[in-house]
């Protein structure tokens, strides 16, 4: 894997390098179209491609009609996925990109000597660039095609359409061996930019990642908008979560990568028999920006369109992950870098998530959509009989729910911010990627899967022992009636009666010895304390505290339910005062 810069590529054929809005590193923000498709897959010997082939030249012909529409400033789909036709014919009609704008489409395979012939044939309307590999092979491709506009040079006033094809450098170890035996390999992979006045891009292609050693991921990741499209059962397998951490790891917060794969449930026929592969999509967007915008209000409307906030903790890096479902996303998003920008204005918010559509099929085109389906619905039986306050919760602040939910288990790290999206449990990943928001439910891995039923079971728990056990004193307003209540200024309680008092109440389950117990229940005392206006504000609320467990015997335990009602309690000081009586 050789590193080509696309400006030496160009000057070798009379070209100048465009100048791309995605790589002007100012304030102007730039959008983002991707088609994540519905994979209906068919491989044989001349290469990978969809089965359906009325149906997806009608879907992607439609998807470059909207690119055209929107203005797209990048415009991407994932690895084999691009029909050649709908491309030929979109180029030959004088409708691709305008200067400023790339394309960066996966596109499906092809063997060199039909890539000769679509050349020629593209000749009068672009100008057609790619490695030179062996014409007489029978072997196909994977590509990836870099459409843009080239600027005018002296010796030519016009600007002229590149059509820049990169080759897949290494193939993925399929159980068939269908691109071990039948793919023929690049070399390169193409930067765009990276000089002192712009910023660069560089695109993977599915199992690129394998060859991506500390060298290369030294040489590209900063200032680096990197784009990984792929066709993979596996996004997250460890070569791919590898080639993340390569690019990742490094200390500044100038990377950012999008990877870009194919919806839920690919099927796949090899030879006539077709392998449903029960995947996710895995497509999200990797950012490390500082300044990047983590208000409830945005990460609500980015949730609501499909776009699903995670924090990948050993990186210290924003992970944006995309509705599994098909459809095409469209993003306004801040450049990776600010230069010679002024403080107060540079404020890099990572991508906003504006429009999904949906493919109609009776109608043949795509259509917007104002809500996602996050999969929420599905799961939130689980929490029983409190399922009803959970799901109205969640229609309108997800992240209040996962709060609550965090708050009803006890499950708060000892941090009085645990309730920030980054530190919150249920939002932080680790290097596994494994997807554990409750609220985003679409992950199939057992360990999300029995989290998320954990978490809401327990809270399902905590509703009935609320309404049906014998509450200590502070809180008998509650058998009159509460609801679960989360708020950024009281953020330590989760309940609130009908008369407007608000309280905490964990359930922690079993499997819990008293120590830990207590020590849950002195933390949350003492961020109660600490968030107080007075002593008596904090008296008052560490009294409506209260937590139960089961012991060994199943029973329902209270701990400690009249600990704060002592008339010798001041309650001046922290649960944690090594001078403070029990």
């Not at 009609?65 to 709908?86: C, F, G, H, N």
């Not at 060859?211 to 030294?218: F, G, P, R, W, Y």
């Not at 708020?487 to 008092?501: A, D, I, L, R, Y």
């Amino acid at each position: 894997m050789d590193i080509t810069h696309v400006a030496d590529i160009l000057l070798e054929n009379a070209l100048r390098a465009p100048i791309l809005n995605v790589l002007i590193p100012n304030v102007e923000n730039y959008t983002v179209l991707a088609l994540q498709p519905d994979g209906d897959i068919e491989v044989s010997d001349e290469g990978v491609r969809s089965r359906d082939r009325d149906l997806i030249t009608r879907q992607f012909g439609k998807f470059l009609e909207y690119a055209k529409e929107t203005q797209a400033d990048l415009v991407i789909t994932p690895e084999y996925s691009m029909p050649w036709k709908v491309l030929r014919e979109v180029i030959s009609g004088g409708s691709g990109p305008v200067q400023g704008k790339l394309w960066a489409l996966g596109c499906e395979s092809i063997k060199i000597s039909e890539l000769e012939s679509l050349k020629e044939r593209l000749a009068p309307f672009a100008t057609v660039i790619y490695e030179p590999l062996d014409a007489s092979s029978t072997r196909f491709v994977s590509p990836l095609a870099y459409i843009f506009v080239s600027p005018p040079t002296p010796d030519n006033g016009e600007a002229e359409t590149v059509v820049l094809v990169q080759f897949k450098t290494h193939a993925m170890g399929d159980d068939d061996h269908f691109e071990i035996n039948g793919m023929l390999r690049g070399t390169r992979i193409y930067q765009f930019g990276g000089n002192e006045l712009n910023l660069k891009l560089v695109s993977l292609i599915c199992a690129d990642a394998f060859a991506l050693n500390d060298e290369i991921a030294a040489a590209i990741y900063d200032r680096a908008l990197i784009l990984h499209i792929q066709l993979n059962q596996n996004p997250r397998n460890e070569w791919f979560l590898g080639c993340r951490e390569r690019l990742l790891r490094y200390n500044g917060d100038a990377t950012e990568v999008l990877c870009l794969n194919w919806s839920e449930n690919v099927r796949m026929s090899i030879s006539g028999h077709s392998t449903p592969w029960k995947n996710i999509a895995g497509s999200a967007w990797y950012l490390k920006s500082q300044e990047f915008d983590d208000r409830d209000i945005t990460l609500c409307s980015n949730h609501q369109q499909g776009l699903y906030y995670t924090y990948l903790q050993p990186y210290r890096s924003h992970a944006l992950f995309f509705n599994y479902k098909p459809g095409i996303f469209l993003f306004n998003a801040t450049k990776v870098v600010h230069i010679a920008v002024a403080g107060p204005v540079s404020r890099r918010r990572g991508p906003q998530l504006t429009k999904t559509c949906n493919w109609n099929d009776e109608e043949g085109r795509w259509v917007e959509k104002t809500t996602a389906d996050d999969g929420f619905s599905a799961v939130v039986s689980e929490s029983g009989n409190a399922q009803t306050e959970i799901k109205r919760i969640a229609d309108v602040n997800p992240f209040e729910v996962e709060r609550i939910l965090a708050l009803c288990a006890g499950e708060i790290k000892n941090d009085e911010d645990w309730h920030k999206v980054h530190l919150l449990d249920s939002c932080v990943i680790d290097s596994s990627e494994i997807n554990r928001r409750v609220t985003f439910a679409q992950d199939t891995h057992e360990q999300a899967i029995r989290f998320r039923t954990t978490r809401l079971r327990r809270c399902s728990s905590l509703w009935d022992i609320i309404k049906s056990e014998d509450l200590p004193p502070a809180l008998s307003d509650l058998k009159s009636g509460f609801s679960f209540k989360w708020s950024h200024k009281f953020p330590h309680q989760n309940v609130e009666s009908m008369s407007g008092k608000l309280a905490t109440v964990i359930y922690m389950g079993e499997g819990y010895d008293l120590t830990h117990v207590e020590e849950t229940e002195k933390h949350i005392a003492d961020f109660l304390h600490k968030s107080s206006l007075d002593i008596d504000q904090s008296l008052a609320t560490k009294q409506r505290l209260h937590v139960w467990y089961r012991d060994r015997t199943g029973a329902v335990i209270p701990y400690k339910s009249r600990r704060y009602l002592k008339i010798d309690q001041t309650g001046n000081r922290s649960p944690f005062d090594i001078g403070r009586e029990e």
